[in-house]
């Protein structure tokens, strides 16, 4: 026997509509959700502008309210920055030409051999070339002039002269080291003894000689 439906068409279709429903509300839904996250967004932005305005016009308060220096002095400390500056740079060159006198009495006792002892030492400064005349030529079988350094000493021969002269040479803030005098002297009654002079220049800070 066939089987016969008795029921109305439209209970048949009844689940069709809220299928239908449910794709109609879900665009509905996700937009009214993206209005809501852009108003929330633009919210967010409006108030950090408002926050930064805020910030600009307190910043620009402050900047107004700080008084403008007055010119005269600015111009005093402008010269007394000049002045210091000027007192700087004519002491750095004044100590550009000083001597370092401990380094070269530190250089010559490192020197000095132990049969030698000095009587006097005699040290003067260099004289700077810009400002020092031209020494005159000295005449034949003239004395040496002491220009910068002179040792006045003794020792037992003239060859322990010939070698403090050597080592002199090697000193580096000694130049045109030269024998003045060199001959046996009677020392303490009977003992005999070389009496010697050595001159030297001491050269110049900064000279590359």
Same mark, same amino acid.
């Not at 805020?54 to 402050?62: C, F, M």
């Not at 530190?106 to 004289?127: C, G, M, Q, Y």
């Not at 005159?136 to 002491?146: D, F, K």
């Not at 005999?192 to 001159?199: E, M, P």
């Given at each position: 026997? #066939?089987?016969?439906?008795?029921? $109305?068409?439209?209970?048949?279709?009844?689940? #069709? $509509?809220?299928?239908?429903?449910?794709?109609?509300?879900?665009?509905?839904?996700?937009?009214?959700?993206?209005?809501?996250?852009?108003?929330?967004?633009?919210?967010? @932005? %409006?108030?950090?502008?408002?926050?930064?305005?805020?910030?600009?016009?307190?910043?620009?308060?402050?900047?107004?309210?700080? /008084?403008?220096? =007055?010119?005269?002095?600015?111009?005093?400390?402008?010269?007394?920055?000049?002045?210091?500056? @000027?007192?700087?740079?004519?002491?750095?060159?004044?100590?550009?030409?000083?001597?370092?006198? =401990?380094?070269?009495?530190?250089?010559?006792?490192?020197?000095? /051999?132990? =049969?030698?002892?000095?009587?006097?030492? %005699?040290?003067?400064?260099?004289?700077?070339?810009?400002?020092?005349?031209? *020494?005159? *030529?000295? @005449?034949?079988? @003239?004395?040496?002039?002491?220009?910068?350094?002179?040792?006045?000493?003794?020792?037992?021969?003239? /060859?322990?002269?010939? #070698?403090?002269? %050597?080592?002199?040479?090697?000193?580096?803030?000694?130049?045109?080291?030269?024998?003045?005098?060199?001959?046996?002297?009677?020392?303490?009654?009977?003992?005999?003894?070389?009496?010697?002079?050595?001159?030297? =220049?001491?050269?110049? $800070?900064?000279?590359?000689?």
């Amino acid at each position: 026997m #066939r089987a016969i439906n008795l029921l $109305p068409k439209d209970d048949v279709r009844r689940g #069709r $509509p809220q299928k239908n429903q449910w794709i109609v509300l879900i665009p509905v839904v996700l937009a009214v959700l993206a209005a809501a996250l852009l108003s929330a967004m633009f919210l967010s @932005a %409006s108030g950090t502008v408002k926050d930064k305005q805020a910030e600009l016009t307190t910043l620009q308060d402050e900047l107004h309210a700080i /008084p403008t220096p =007055d010119a005269s002095r600015v111009k005093t400390q402008s010269a007394l920055a000049a002045d210091k500056q @000027a007192r700087v740079t004519a002491l750095s060159a004044a100590l550009a030409r000083r001597v370092a006198w =401990d380094r070269v009495f530190r250089e010559l006792s490192l020197v000095l /051999p132990s =049969d030698v002892w000095l009587a006097t030492i %005699s040290a003067k400064a260099p004289v700077p070339s810009s400002t020092a005349a031209a *020494p005159a *030529p000295a @005449a034949a079988g @003239a004395t040496i002039a002491a220009t910068g350094f002179t040792l006045d000493g003794y020792t037992y021969s003239h /060859p322990a002269v010939a #070698r403090l002269l %050597s080592r002199l040479a090697v000193v580096p803030d000694l130049v045109n080291v030269q024998l003045q005098q060199s001959m046996r002297e009677k020392v303490g009654g009977s003992a005999s003894a070389v009496h010697f002079v050595i001159v030297a =220049d001491v050269r110049q $800070p900064g000279s590359g000689q």
